[in-house]
């Protein structure tokens, strides 16, 4: 049984990360199998490459499409064997993807000229395309060679205006002997282009235009008085962020018909910072007693149902966890469902160094004054 003729096998790979690719069969059997190794790099090759890293003041969303085609080249070999090396067989052009192709075949291709070569070209001006590409020669019987690794290349490939990528790829002794049919060779190239559309997009800055309506004052319809101090607010923003607020001012509370309302049980201070995050979304600078104001702020986000204002408030009280503030987290964890927030500095309170000091401090006495079970808690973790 003679030997399995060696492969000829070439690829060239462009673009980035595929969300997935739909290809339509050809007619021919041979570019089925063309299409199909093509699958099988970009789920294997492509797939692992990054889009991109994402900036911080925009993010690149991408769609990538995928139009395939193939062509035959048939080559008379007998007029080959008098051309000199360099001596180039064009193919006729074809379209790939929407760009137009070629196939420049060097029978004498190396240095010694006993090996064929073939180049891939893109003839669209003024254009850079992704593509990979695949290369393959018919043995006698008109079947691709696709599985042997002697001759296979595979690189990744953007095409410029009369780019090209090229391969030695076979000698012409392996050719003579495997390929040749009826004194002809038959090349067959897949092309597959990866459109690339990319559309850069600003971050969302609604959060900026709302600071700026609220700060402005336009529009306003209710108003809240805390102390001596007044805040003017938007019925709908309020409604829309918080479902205590929706109630009392869209429902049928008596405060859903007043213009102006007046707040107990807290601050100026704590409203102000909780009414700039339901507009903004954030949280500023909290000076220079972050602690106690994150209390505040939190027991008026649980007031108000405001979730993610509960849940950033208790994340940077943990972030500000020390002996001497531990005791009055815990208690607000404790007062304020915080449940995460408890075990966390539980955590904390059992460790040998920090029990020492914090039952030292008049916030743990008033810890196990408003909260005795907190004790039995914090027994059972210390297993004391």
């Known amino acids: 049984m003679p030997p399995k003729p060696p492969g000829l096998l070439a690829h060239a ?6 969300a997935g690719c739909a290809v339509a069969p050809s007619r021919e059997a041979r570019d089925c199998i063309a299409i199909s190794t093509f699958c099988f790099v970009i789920l294997n090759f492509v797939d692992n490459r990054a889009v991109g890293k994402r900036c911080r003041t925009t993010r690149v969303e991408r769609r990538r499409t995928i139009d395939s085609a193939s062509h035959e080249f048939r080559i008379d070999y007998e007029q080959t064997k ?10 006729d052009a074809f379209s790939a993807g929407g760009h137009t192709w070629r196939l420049n075949c060097y029978p004498h291709g190396d240095e010694d000229g006993n090996c064929l070569s ?35 290349a595979s690189c990744f490939q953007l095409f410029k205006s009369y780019n090209d990528a090229g391969w030695t790829l076979i000698s012409r002794s392996n050719i003579e002997k495997y390929y040749l049919k009826e004194g002809h060779i038959t090349l067959i190239c897949a092309i597959m282009v990866i459109r690339d559309y990319s559309t850069h997009v600003p971050d969302s800055d609604i959060g900026k235009h709302l600071g700026m309506l609220l700060d402005s004052n336009d529009g306003v319809d209710v108003s809240f008085t805390i102390d001596s101090e007044t805040f003017q607010a938007h019925r709908a923003v309020l409604a829309a962020r918080s479902p205590v607020f929706k109630a009392e001012l869209l429902g049928s509370m008596a405060e859903a018909t007043m213009s102006s309302i007046t707040l107990h049980d807290i601050t100026p201070a704590t409203f102000r910072v909780m009414l700039r995050f339901m507009y903004t979304d954030t949280l500023p600078d909290l000076g220079d007693s972050p602690t106690k104001t994150l209390q505040d702020l939190l027991a008026a986000a649980d007031r108000y149902a405001l979730d993610r204002l509960k849940l950033l408030c208790a994340q940077k009280l943990w972030d500000n966890i020390s002996v001497d503030t531990v005791a009055t987290t ?22 040998e160094n920090n029990f020492k000091k914090a039952i030292l401090t008049e916030d743990y006495v008033r810890l196990v004054q408003q909260f005795p079970s907190i004790i039995t808690e914090l027994r059972e973790r210390a297993g004391t």
Do not use: W
């Open 82 to 91: 008098d051309m000199a090396k360099g001596d180039v067989i064009h193919s």
């Open 118 to 152: 073939v180049f891939v070209q893109l003839l669209t001006e003024s254009i850079s395309v992704n593509a990979i590409v695949e290369v393959f020669l018919l043995d006698k019987d008109g079947q691709p060679c696709l599985q042997e690794q002697e001759s296979h």
């Open 13 to 18: 790979v462009g673009g980035g990360r595929l």
């Open 330 to 351: 815990l208690a607000c964890a404790e007062m304020y469902s915080c449940l995460e927030l408890k075990n966390k500095c539980i955590g904390f309170f059992v460790a």
